[in-house]
């Protein structure tokens, strides 16, 4: 209790401290002033502010900005006079840059000249120059700089020497030392350099942006002002005190630090902290902004001569439809079995499967967008991804041999993309199945893992709705409300805070549960923390928080946002009384289940992990211990192993270690792994390997050997028909020697009867050809028919066997 009233002290003192800054201004009473009287401050460093007041007939109203802030009232002032008057204006002192201000003068100096700079603007002005003993008086004529030679030193010393002729028509040279004076004459020349000079030297000046409204009306009214400004970010800082009494819950006290750097004070204003983010950008609306225009000459005679001119061409232009090809299927080397697909960066992906569970290969996926038209294949898992998609409506049409085409309309996607995994229905394919949108899931932006082609969302801590109960605690200094996806808290006492000031100002204050352990992760040294439940009913900003127990100072740290009945670690100090060791042990098990459906024969095996954690406690009290061990992907946990909670990474253990004892706890975990092989793959090698290992019954091992004496006979057939047509191309080019032979014979002797030789060889060769064609068709239709029954065999068979393991393995 001695603590709570220190820091009620603290923020009294703090409220009292303001007041007099505040009654002290006497422009809260000045007429045609509207006083701040609502403020809301969100997190991305922006402030709402709203000024209401009374305003009398035609009566102007003024506000001062500084000129950061006027560029956000520009693009954001809002003006209602809320009787029955009107506003007929809003004027406010522009100030142009200094550069474009001093173009409008007749000495071209810039914002830093030197002295050199200054007379050679001067250049014809009427000047006195006073140089030791010598003196004149004449117009400037030259400013040069020149090099001579120091005689002491023999070095090149640079001088500036200024030239005027006099007003006799002299011709003067003086050397521009220290000593040397240059007095301007000529009173205008005085008068424009004296307004130089306070051109420049309002730069200078206090920045102050007066905004004046302007009112016609009669008798008395209210009037509101609104406008979001720039403003510094409102920071959040935590109390949490442990009692010494165990049963009672610990106190949650969180501050606000709020700064006031609009220029104004607040007096009893409302305010509301956002912890939210709405859009909001800068845009220099307040500089006066000047269009470049191009310079044109005079006209002049111009001198034709003749020229030619180019042709118009049209330009013809081409889209492209782009396809991103999904990942190949890799190997397990030892098995030589396709192994699971892995895939990312998908913007439409899923599984298809059929009515049994069966997922189905070589499926054609079709998805219309805005951008065009994509298309994928599903590989051996069924899997399938789509890249190069735009948010927006989709169609996504889903096509394979044996079923009804399956398609979804007007699917809404974001820009995280989609997953669609439909069961498509056997049947013609001339009959469509259409789902509803709701088939879509729109994918989280969370982090997801796939295993063997299978999207699973990563576990993580859901957020439970907002509640709007009265928080219990001794003062209610702050209502919290969800604002959709923000969070605000309404101060519900006035705020007072005087300008250019800050203060701390209390938001919430309620018990909460929380349960003291240790975590221990392997990457990091055992922690003391807090596993707290916020009960407050409100939304806990992130930010530090400070630990108070014993009453004395215990750690700090920092949090997270945590919801209402979220659960959340908070440590605060490390732990030296807590020693942790840990085991490793894994082994992996041989092909456990063999499923074949289909066509495509799929294999599952697993490994297995035991870790054991080895914690003793060199404390006097009993520590709670918290193991955070690592959520792998692909891996599960043993049957009857539940986790306290789990995270999107990380499975987190509670365990209880005596005074000075030591804990043992295990961890068991298993990882499924899928390997596919489609059975037109099998060859003898394979077969031989199944039965070594003994996951074929005698029943498929049958099958298995039919599968490869069909696929002998297709491969037999297969070396018919290439011999045959090895023996044609042989033919071919034995004629083509003949006709070139035949050619060569024209005009001599042997002509005739040779002639008549390659004639009759050819006709035998004519009539090979034919029989040789006639035996390719027949033995293509063999090999044809030999093929739709390899694939009958195939289909029909469906095996679903869970394996134990080899005897001696």
Excluded at 217 to 231: A, I, K, N, Q, W
Excluded at 551 to 578: T, V, W
Excluded at 631 to 651: F, I
Excluded at 712 to 741: C, F, H, K, L, P
Aim: include cysteine; glycine fraction near 6%.
């Amino acid at each position: 209790m001695r603590i709570l009233v220190l820091l009620f002290a603290v923020s009294l003192t703090l409220s009292a401290q303001t007041k007099p800054a505040v009654d002290a201004n006497p422009s809260e009473l000045a007429p045609g002033h509207l006083p701040v009287k609502r403020v809301v401050l969100y997190k991305n460093g922006v402030g709402y502010f709203e000024h209401t007041g009374r305003v009398r007939g035609s009566e102007e109203v003024n506000i001062d900005f500084t000129t950061s802030q006027l560029d956000d009232v520009l693009k954001s002032l809002t003006v209602v006079d809320l009787g029955e008057g009107r506003v007929t204006g809003v004027r406010y002192n522009s100030i142009a840059p200094l550069d474009q201000r001093l173009r409008g003068l007749r000495l071209p100096l810039g914002e830093k000249p030197t002295r050199e700079e200054l007379l050679n603007a001067l250049l014809g002005a009427r000047v006195e120059v006073r140089s030791g003993s010598a003196s004149a008086t004449g117009k400037i004529l030259s400013v040069e700089a020149v090099k001579h030679q120091n005689e002491r030193t023999d070095d090149s010393v640079d001088t500036n020497i200024l030239s005027i002729v006099t007003d006799a028509g002299e011709l003067r040279t003086f050397e521009l030392t220290p000593a040397t004076s240059v007095r301007i004459v000529e009173h205008d020349l005085n008068q424009e350099l004296n307004r130089y000079f306070a051109m420049v030297g309002s730069s200078r000046a206090k920045d102050v942006r007066r905004m004046t409204i302007a009112t016609a009306g009669t008798g008395e009214r209210d009037m509101l002002v609104s406008y979001v400004s720039e403003v510094p970010v409102w920071k959040t800082t935590y109390r949490i005190v442990i009692p010494s009494d165990p049963k009672r819950q610990p106190l949650l006290q969180g501050w606000a630090v709020v700064d006031n750097t609009i220029g104004e004070d607040w007096k009893d204003v409302k305010l509301s902290l956002v912890a939210g983010a709405p859009q909001s950008f800068i845009q220099q609306i307040s500089t006066p902004l000047y269009a470049r225009r191009p310079v044109v000459a005079l006209p002049e005679t111009a001198q034709l001569s003749p020229q030619t001119h180019e042709a118009a061409m049209d330009e013809a232009t081409k889209d492209a439809l782009s396809q991103v090809p999904g990942a190949g299927l890799t190997q397990w080397e030892e098995m030589g079995l396709a192994s699971k697909t892995q895939r990312s960066n998908c913007k439409v992906g899923g599984r298809i499967t059929d009515a049994t569970g069966a997922v189905i290969a070589n499926a054609n996926v079709t998805v219309m967008a805005r951008n065009g038209t994509s298309r994928a294949t599903t590989d051996a898992t069924g899997s399938y991804c789509v890249n190069g998609v735009d948010a927006g409506s989709l169609t996504i049409r889903v096509e394979a041999n044996g079923f009804k085409p399956t398609e979804v309309r007007g699917a809404r996607v974001g820009s995280a993309g989609v997953t669609f995994s439909p069961t498509l229905q056997v049947g013609n394919v001339s009959e469509t199945v259409e789902v509803s949108s709701g088939a879509v899931t729109v994918n989280e932006p969370v982090e997801a893992r796939n295993i063997a082609g299978l999207v699973q969302l990563a576990p993580g801590v859901a957020s439970p709705e907002a509640r709007n109960t009265a928080m219990e605690q001794q003062f209610q200094s702050a209502a919290g409300r969800e604002i959709g996806e923000l969070f605000s808290y309404d101060i519900k006492q006035p705020i007072t805070i005087g300008k250019d000031q800050s203060a701390l100002v209390p938001i919430v204050q309620s018990r909460v549960d929380a349960e003291k352990v240790t975590i221990w992760n392997a990457n990091d040294i055992p922690r003391r923390a807090l596993w707290l439940k916020n009960i407050s009913g409100s939304t806990l900003d992130s930010g530090s928080f400070s630990i108070v127990e014993g009453d004395s100072f215990a750690g700090e740290g920092l949090m997270d946002p945590i919801k209402p009945n979220e659960r959340r670690l908070l440590s605060y100090a490390a732990d030296q009384s807590i020693r942790v060791k840990t085991v490793d042990e894994a082994k992996d098990e041989p092909v456990t289940r063999l499923r074949i459906l289909r066509g495509m024969m799929t294999l599952t095996r697993q490994s297995e992990a035991k870790r054991v954690y080895e914690i003793h406690n060199a404390d006097t009290e009993v520590r709670h211990v918290v193991i955070e061990h690592p959520a792998r992907d692909g891996w599960k946990l043993a049957a009857g192993l539940k986790p306290e909670e789990t995270t999107a990474s990380l499975h987190r253990f509670l365990v209880d270690v005596k005074p000075g004892d030591n804990a043992k706890f295990e961890v068991d975990e298993v990882h499924p792994e899928l390997a596919t092989v489609y059975l037109t793959n099998l060859s003898n090698d394979l077969v031989l390997y199944y039965e070594q290992q003994k996951m074929l019954r005698p029943e498929l091992d049958k099958a298995f050997r039919s599968i490869l004496d069909q696929k002998n006979q297709i491969g037999d057939y297969d070396t018919e028909i290439n011999n045959r047509q090895q023996e044609m191309n042989n033919i071919s080019n034995d004629q083509a020697r003949v006709r070139e032979n035949m050619k060569a014979l024209k005009g001599s002797a042997e002509e005739k009867a040779l002639v008549q030789r390659y004639a009759t060889e050819m006709n035998s060769q004519e009539d090979r050809l034919g029989t040789l064609r006639a035996e390719i068709v027949t033995l293509k239709d063999k090999r044809d028919l030999a093929s739709r029954q390899l694939d009958k065999m195939m289909m029909e068979i469906d095996v679903d066997d869970s394996l134990s393991a080899p005897s001696g393995m």
